[in-house]
């Protein structure tokens, strides 16, 4: 954030914040503090009627029947979430574990709190527990912003009636409205004074109003127009009451009539360009060309990166922007995913790497190759198709609770699924699309393996833990029906390794999405052997990443790009750079990544890349790599700059003789 235009005190948006998000700068928020829906809707039972008196308003609103899915956020949140930043979600029992599922690996802390409620509804017909408790999970970075008040006032315990009149808005009624109370406390904990609060489902406007009474900053966005309005009210009443000068927002006309027309006082609702949105975070945008030397361009993209791959650098870059030189062109010869090329901003770009898989799906990327898009796109369908299927056989299901309740053994399960197999080989068969249809498939064979280990995989949990409730039976039986048709891909994948080259990039890029942990591991016979990843990629799909290659934003970035399938050393040799250029290097470990992709690289290619980066490169280079002896007495030689970082990548810069942490940063220029 520049000096420039920050008296600014709030902005609050009507519109998708789906849309709004991927506006948003890299490194800018500092606390993400947020609401989302819970998808107990459908659990709801709705009013109680009650003898002698008007019923129990016991429904849920109708926007938490929408299908909210954490994974879709995950990336967002953390890539606008600043390295001292902190992150809070209100969330329940049935969404905890997948917020953790795809958050807890990505920060150095995870943990949570819980919300105690002391005025809970009552139970009507006393057959439970009251519902007085909400979870809050939270997640943070070494460094990270955080005011300690005391030992006594620090528990993960917070407690607090439920939000009451007069405070409870009565027109429109939120039925999850938050008590300024609980957010202030978070407030005042996890942020500091004129930091931005950023919250995508705002509501009513509670987290704004608590910011703002502390002295913050805040955005919110919210799609429903009549909690846009509650909101908006109520966030100026609070800015009218402080003893702040008239705070200046920035606000932003619709592009055309369709859109959200702009609310008085300055409070934007719009569906703003990419380039509004930098302009209202104070973010410089590149410049036109001028002729000679380039003006500098402003260093982060905020693209995201072309696919997932092992010690991918997403989550680096807000360290390795902040150190990058001034250079016109950008070389790497180790490309990977692409989180550093696609991340950063340059004049031209020159990438390589060695997997020819890998620069095949660069290349249809860049080319707009119509197979590869039919291809991916039909994988995409059938995954669809497999999430139907398994919620309309639902004798899959409850024949498990036969086999659970001892009504049938295992024999006679196993005799169902092989039945259930044999009676629905068509519509199995047809998960998938034509293109399909006369290529070898395993998938009726593997249906009924993953049914039956999947089956018997969960009685035993059962029987050493508690009983499943029942969406979660149905959604173990979508991951026996997804690990199927991954094993029928990944089988096709094996046996089609040299015909068709989009069909296997789209396999490739397929099997790159939803093998577990994003590994990607090869037999002897060097066959792929890594197994789908598990419930919590049932509801990933590819459409979002296809869609995204397809953005004149990406397809520009590519414009200026040039492709290469070379050894590093020849790469290098052949594109020479120069002075004015900048190199970044993320090669192979010398430990568990060394053969991905089926690409050895071993102490004498570390060896070669020494030698070239400190006697032959004449261009700015920045390398990230694995610390250990070997690597530290390769570079530590005058000149170059050596920095550490921990295992987690939080970057700890210390005096380059120490050794023992975990990941290197080195350079051959000073920033």
């Not at 030397?293 to 990166?305: D, K, V």
């Not at 095949?360 to 059938?382: G, Q």
């Not at 024999?411 to 068969?429: A, G, H, M, P």
């Not at 050393?569 to 970044?584: G, I, Y």
Request: aromatic share 12%.
């Amino acid at each position: 954030m520049g000096n420039k235009g920050e008296n600014w005190r709030k902005c609050v948006i009507n519109a998708d914040s789906r849309d709004i998000i991927k506006r948003i700068p890299d490194n800018s928020i500092d606390l993400i503090l947020t609401d989302p829906p819970y998808n107990l809707a459908s659990h709801s039972t709705g009013n109680i009627p009650l003898p002698g008196r008007s019923a129990m308003n016991n429904d849920i609103a109708a926007w938490d029947r929408i299908d909210f899915t954490p994974e879709e956020w995950a990336e967002d949140f953390i890539r606008i979430l600043k390295p001292t930043g902190n992150l809070f979600i209100f969330t329940s029992y049935n969404q905890l574990g997948r917020w953790y599922n795809c958050l807890d690996h990505r920060f150095d802390t995870s943990n949570f709190m819980v919300w105690h409620k002391t005025n809970p509804a009552p139970k009507i017909f006393k057959a439970g527990f009251l519902n007085s408790c909400e979870l809050i999970f939270t997640c943070w970075n070494k460094k990270h912003t955080w005011n300690f008040i005391s030992q006594a006032e620090m528990h993960n315990f917070i407690q607090s009636p439920i939000c009451m009149a007069p405070e409870r808005l009565q027109n429109p009624k939120h039925p999850a409205q938050k008590p300024i109370t609980i957010l202030k406390k978070i407030i005042e904990i996890a942020s500091n004074s004129n930091d931005i609060i950023f919250d995508p489902f705002m509501g009513v406007g509670s987290t704004g109003v608590a910011a703002l009474d502390l002295g913050r900053r805040f955005i919110g966005i919210e799609l429903d127009a009549d909690y846009f309005q509650a909101a908006r009210k109520r966030i100026n009443l609070c800015l009218n009451k402080t003893a702040q000068k008239p705070p200046m927002t920035k606000a932003y006309q619709p592009n055309n009539e369709n859109e959200t027309t702009a609310v008085n006082e300055g409070i934007a609702t719009y569906s703003a360009t990419a380039r509004q949105l930098a302009d209202f975070f104070n973010q410089p945008q590149p410049p036109t060309e001028t002729g000679g030397i380039q003006p500098r361009l402003s260093p982060a993209s905020g693209l995201s990166p072309i696919i997932k791959w092992p010690g991918g650098k997403e989550k680096e870059l807000k360290y390795i922007i902040p150190n990058l030189p001034n250079f016109e062109r950008f070389f790497e010869p180790f490309v990977g995913g692409g989180a550093v090329f696609m991340g950063i901003n340059a004049h031209a770009y020159h990438i390589n790497d060695r997997s020819e898989e890998l620069m095949d799906l660069y290349r249809y990327i860049a080319s707009m190759e119509e197979a590869f898009f039919d291809y991916a796109t039909d994988i995409d369908l059938s995954w669809r198709r497999a999430t139907t299927f398994a919620a309309q056989n639902e004798s899959l299901r409850t024949t498990y609770e036969d086999f659970r309740n001892d009504k049938i053994d295992a024999k006679q399960l196993k005799e169902f699924i092989q039945t259930f197999c044999r009676d629905n080989k068509n519509e199995i068969i047809g998960l998938l699309t034509d293109a399909f249809a006369a290529l070898p498939c395993v998938l009726v064979a593997e249906t009924e393996k993953n049914l039956w280990r999947k089956m018997t995989r969960m009685r035993q949990l059962e029987q050493s833990r508690h009983l499943l409730p029942e969406k979660d039976l149905q959604d173990n039986i979508e991951t026996a029906i997804k690990s199927a048709l991954y094993m029928n891909y990944r089988h096709l994948y094996n046996v089609m390794k040299e015909t068709d080259r989009p069909l296997r990039c789209a396999l490739f890029f397929f099997l790159r999405n939803y093998a577990y942990s994003s590994m990607f591991r090869y037999s002897n016979k060097g066959d792929f052997n890594v197994p789908y990843g598990g419930i919590a990629y049932n509801g990933k799909l590819m459409a979002k990443k296809l869609d995204y290659y397809q953005t004149e934003a990406l397809q520009n970035h590519f414009k200026a790009t040039r492709l290469y399938n070379l050894d590093f050393e020849d790469f290098l040799t052949q594109v020479r750079p120069q002075a004015n250029d900048f190199v970044f290097l993320d090669p192979p470990y010398d430990s568990e990544f060394s053969t991905y992709a089926q690409n050895r690289f071993t102490a004498a290619d570390q060896v070669r890349l020494a030698n070239y980066l400190l006697h032959e490169c004449k261009a700015k280079w920045m390398l990230i790599i694995k610390n250990t002896d070997f690597i530290f007495q390769l570079y530590n030689q005058e000149g170059v700059n050596i920095r550490a970082f921990d295992k987690e990548y939080a970057v700890s810069f210390m005096n380059r003789n120490k050794k023992q942490t975990t990941h290197l940063l080195i350079t051959n220029y000073d920033n």
